[in-house]
């Protein structure tokens, strides 16, 4: 348990329960909900229970109980409310919020319990859409704010490509219903960020199209043999860091060369999209906001 994070800041608390650091704050002195710690310069120090104790306030704040209503209670029956909440329905912060615990943890049986117990109720596709992506969504700003490393990171998005991995496998098995499309996927070469692009894979192969998944860091000119086997490919890639945005022109020029007389086609997702003129792609190049947009399209 040595790499479990034992103390938060009020500003980590802030970043995981989504209550403000001044209202948390208040909510202190006036109704002693929390008692934080303070060090030799007298900073606010918060305990992993103090944390869990926020994230159950804030479900029942959110649920609609007045912050009064909720100092008054006992604090062992702070868990108990929670549970009545989350046996009368499905609650989405509930849910995001154990996960949150079970990263800051390190801690898989809580990942585990919650997707299961999820499971029960809805599809993977639901959890994933529901759930998996607003936490994923929130990685980036507690990884920037220093509330999680990146160890924490990586231990939950891996845990969440096991559960893409499950899924995807079970559609594997079938075969595809829609001939007319070959949809490849893969990462620009030094581009590692794949959750995106593993889900994408599952969208496209839950419509029955062919996938052929190629990973992360795939150079263009490796893609060419694939058009001596397939006509009408549509390859897939998701942008997060590389093409730089200097890079960008370069790349597109070059899959250009590379498609050749070809007829195949480039989709493309993730943040440096941003720095795409759109106006002046080529037809066979097509940028999407979203998954979900994607998604649509298909």
Excluded: C
């Excluded at 800051?104 to 599809?123: H, P």
């Amino acid at each position: 348990m040595n790499n479990v994070k034992k103390s938060f800041s009020i500003r980590d608390l802030e970043n995981l329960s989504g209550i403000k650091a001044h209202t948390i704050r208040i909510w202190e002195k006036r109704y002693q909900l929390l008692s934080p710690e303070r060090t030799s310069t007298n900073i606010r120090t918060y305990s992993l229970s103090s944390l869990q104790k926020l994230l159950n306030i804030t479900l029942l704040y959110n649920n609609g109980y007045k912050i009064s209503k909720i100092a008054k209670l006992k604090e062992t029956d702070i868990p108990l409310v929670v549970r009545e909440i989350v046996a009368k329905s499905s609650t989405k912060n509930h849910a995001i919020n154990a996960f949150k615990l079970s990263m800051i943890n390190f801690d898989l049986s809580l990942f585990q319990n919650t997707y299961n117990s999820l499971l029960g109720e809805k599809s993977f596709r639901e959890i994933f859409w529901e759930y998996f992506i607003p936490l994923l969504n929130e990685l980036g700003l507690l990884w920037q704010t220093d509330t999680i490393s990146p160890s924490h990171e990586h231990f939950i998005t891996n845990l969440i490509k096991q559960k893409i991995y499950t899924s995807t496998e079970k559609l594997q098995l079938m075969e595809p219903i829609n001939n007319e499309k070959v949809f490849v996927l893969f990462l620009p070469e030094n581009e590692i960020h794949e959750i995106g692009l593993l889900f994408i894979n599952y969208e496209i192969l839950l419509r029955g199209y062919k996938t052929i998944y190629l990973g992360q860091t795939m150079p263009l000119e490796n893609l060419v043999d694939l058009q001596n086997y397939y006509t009408n490919i549509h390859y897939v890639s998701y942008f997060t860091v590389v093409p730089t945005k200097d890079r960008l022109g370069k790349y597109i020029d070059d899959f250009t060369v590379m498609r050749d007389k070809s007829n195949s086609k480039l989709w493309v997702l993730g943040r440096q999209i941003r720095h795409i003129n759109k106006e002046k792609l080529p037809p066979y190049i097509r940028t999407f906001a979203s998954v979900e947009q994607l998604s649509k399209a298909l």
